[in-house]
Each structure stands twice: as structure tokens, then as C-alpha cells.
């Protein structure tokens, strides 16, 4: 079977989780099929050729790299107010992708297209293949959720236009096209909601768990830092940081003043880097490997309350072996059950975030019986090995059966 694997963004070296989901796809199709790799590259030198993507028993047969397009110009934002395409769509259009998808869908006969998200929708109009999206999050929820709490009443505005087009666009592809892959089974139960008809399987975000098992030289003594990791240009992630940063954490502060909060991210926007400012608070910017700041970790915090999807970093810090506080919104789609193997905390109540943090400080037991049984949930259920199967045996299901 000959699988187009067409991408906004450059799956390798994995710095988010929308790359590690794109990236452990990717190598679960090129372990069960020939893959030409189609994508938007990262202005960096590390371009990856299909033998060096780790981890492929068989590499892609084909990777095309085209120059990812300016995004958010003047102009683009005027098109995504007045015209059919919202924003999202046009950050991501290109001459030069228009081409390098033509040239392959005219050189190759390709059994099926996978489609990394709707923001490349439009280089697959009139083309008779069938396609299979892979949804990271509902954009629409994302984007709407951002509109009602934004305070800008320029931007709120601006982002109900763009989530209303969204949602029309969304209810096209899952009527027309052949199927669809979600991270949770909230996300497929709503959009069965907009589609009744509409192909939906889940499969999971997931984590390398012998990669992220933490060190056996880790010391229970040393464990004083709270963690929050993500992508700091990320909006969700920025307005997370910002907010724990100044609602929550000068009440841990007050009552904890060993501990340490260490937000470890890529590109932190200036308002994350500014809160180093902050007794207590260290902002690393972009590090080369997440792994060495769970080590000394007490708890990973999730303080988010915007976006959409399920998130990659709950499963790291739990395969980790890390106590994980999350809000509700940054547990969402997770089957995780509060105070067995992950702990819940309101965005903005002192209380929830300080108790917790304090018996964790207090009593390394609790700290203990959550990791473990954490760990017995990703090993069981969210391990990318397993979850590279179900994707594989998703595909055999709806008839793609030259899948080997």
C-alpha cells in the first residue's frame, strides 16, 4: 500500500505534542506501508530524510520538505475576516506546496492520503483519494474558547468569525471524506454530533515509556521543583504560565519556600520570559531534552484553561513517574481518574493547587501511589507502540487491507 503523508509542520526532532503525534504516526505507517512524507519545514538545518527519522524499520520511501509560508500577514487577516477561508487555512497556503502535491499526486498512484489536521485541506481539492484526517484537537472548540476569554473585544471578535468558519469547514470533511482520527472519545462523540455519518476512530495521544522512565538514581529528597512544560509561544500555554504565575504560585511561595517552579518550553514569548523575574521562577527557554527537569520534580503542573485536544505532557510526566495537578480543561479527553493516578485543581483557586502541593511536600506517599499507578496507566493503555497498532488495525478495519 502507498500512503501520502501530507503535514503542516515537521515532525522531527519532536519539540511539541503535535509533532510527537504526527512523528509516531508517521512511523507506525512506514512499519506497515510505503510513505512519501509531504510537509511545511522549520527555518533550522535539522531537515530529516526518511532513512534518519528514528525508529522506522522501514524508512519513508520518499520526504519532500517545502519552506513553510509566512503566517498572520495584514493581508491574510483581511482574507480570513471577509472572504471563505478563515485564518488557520490560509497561514498554511503555498505555491510552492501546491506544486510539490501536484507533481506527486501526478507521479504516484496512492491508495490513501493521511492528512496531518484540516489546515491542509485545500491542497486536496478534486482529488479522488481517499483521505483520513488526523484531528490533534476540535480547531473550532480551540479557537472559540479563546474568543470567550480574550479580553480584546477586537480579538474575540475576530475569533468567532474564524471559529464559525471552522465549523462549516469541519462539517465538509467529515461528510465527505473517507475517515477520521480523533485523540479522545469526547472529541468523537461531538463531532458524531455535527456527522452522524461521519468515520470516526480514536486513537489516543500516547508517550514513550521506556524513554521517559525516570533515572534509578532520582532521589526522593532532592524533589523540590514543580514543573510545567509545553511550548511558551503556544497561547494556551502562555496564558496558563501567566496565570499560575500570578494567581497561584505567591501562596505557594508563601508557605513552601524550598520550592521551585521551572517552566521549560521552546520560544517562550515575552511575557513567560519575564516571569523570571519572579522570585522562585526560572523560565529555561528552549532545551535540548525535557527529561532531566522531571527528575527533580515533586509535581508537574497543567494550569491550562484554553485549547483543545488531550495533552502529551501529562502522559510524559506520568511515564516519567511524576505527580501530575492538572485543571480539568488540561485533563480533558484523559482517561485518568482524579486522586487515583492524577490530582484535579481549579485554575484559579488557591486552595486546590496549595493543599495538594503541600501533601505532596509532606508525604511521599501520595506522591509515590500516583506515579505508580499513573505508570500502570500508560503502560496499559497510552504507550505509542500500542497506540502505532491501533492505528495500523484502525486502517485494516475500514478496508484498507493492503496494510501489512
Not at 484531528?135 to 477586537?154: C, G, K, L, P, Q
Not at 508517550?207 to 503556544?234: C, H, I
Not at 500502570?376 to 502505532?388: N, S
Request: hydrophobic content about 40%; some cysteine.
Amino acid at each position: 500500500m502507498r500512503i501520502l503523508f501530507l503535514s503542516p509542520r515537521q515532525c522531527w526532532p519532536v519539540r511539541s505534542g503535535a509533532m510527537a503525534r504526527e512523528y509516531y504516526f508517521l512511523r507506525a505507517l512506514c512499519n506497515c506501508a510505503q510513505v512519501d512524507y509531504t510537509y511545511f519545514a522549520e527555518p533550522t538545518p535539522q531537515q530529516p530524510s526518511g532513512a534518519e527519522l528514528p525508529d522506522c524499520r522501514n524508512a519513508c520511501h520518499a520526504v519532500m520538505a517545502v519552506p513553510k509560508p509566512p503566517a498572520y500577514s495584514t493581508r491574510q487577516k483581511i482574507r480570513g475576516a471577509l472572504g471563505k477561508w478563515p485564518l488557520p487555512i490560509l497561514n498554511y497556503m503555498s505555491p510552492l506546496m501546491i506544486d510539490a502535491v501536484r507533481k506527486l499526486l501526478h507521479a504516484n498512484r496512492y491508495d490513501m492520503i493521511h492528512v496531518e489536521g484540516i489546515h491542509m485541506v485545500r491542497y486536496l481539492q478534486g482529488v479522488d483519494i481517499p483521505r483520513v484526517y488526523n484531528w490533534h484537537n476540535i480547531e473550532s472548540e480551540a479557537i472559540r474558547r479563546f474568543a470567550d476569554s480574550v479580553e480584546s473585544r477586537t480579538k474575540s471578535w475576530y475569533a468567532h468569525i474564524t471559529a464559525d468558519k471552522m465549523e462549516r469547514l469541519e462539517h465538509q470533511i467529515l461528510s465527505k471524506d473517507f475517515g477520521h482520527v480523533v485523540c479522545s472519545e469526547r472529541e468523537r462523540k461531538q463531532l458524531l454530533v455535527v456527522e452522524p455519518r461521519a468515520t470516526i476512530a480514536v486513537v489516543e495521544n500516547g508517550v514513550d515509556a521506556e524513554r521517559f522512565a525516570r533515572s534509578p538514581t532520582s532521589t526522593q529528597d532532592k524533589l523540590r521543583d514543580l514543573v510545567f512544560v509545553g511550548n511558551m509561544n503556544y497561547y494556551p500555554n502562555i496564558e496558563a504560565a501567566v496565570s499560575f504565575a500570578t494567581n497561584i504560585w505567591p501562596s505557594v511561595r508563601s508557605r513552601m519556600k524550598e520550592l521551585r517552579l521551572v517552566i521549560v518550553g521552546a520560544n517562550p514569548a515575552t511575557a513567560v520570559k519575564n516571569l523570571s523575574n519572579t522570585p522562585g521562577i526560572t523560565v529555561t527557554g528552549t532545551v535540548p531534552d525535557v527529561r532531566p527537569f522531571y527528575e527533580n520534580a515533586l509535581a508537574a503542573i497543567v494550569p491550562l484553561r484554553l485549547g483543545g485536544g488531550t495533552r502529551l505532557k501529562i502522559l510524559e510526566a506520568m511515564a516519567a513517574g511524576v505527580p501530575v495537578i492538572s485543571t480539568p480543561l488540561g485533563a480533558e479527553g484523559l482517561d485518568v481518574i482524579a486522586n487515583t493516578n492524577i490530582l484535579i485543581a481549579h485554575p484559579d483557586d488557591e486552595a486546590s493547587w496549595v493543599n495538594p502541593i503541600s501533601e505532596l511536600l509532606a508525604t511521599r506517599e501520595l506522591g509515590a501511589s500516583l506515579a505508580d499507578k499513573a505508570l500502570q496507566l500508560i503502560k496499559a493503555r497510552y504507550d505509542w507502540e500500542i497506540l502505532g497498532q491501533k492505528l495500523s488495525q484502525t486502517y485494516r478495519a475500514w478496508g484498507l487491507n493492503d496494510m501489512v
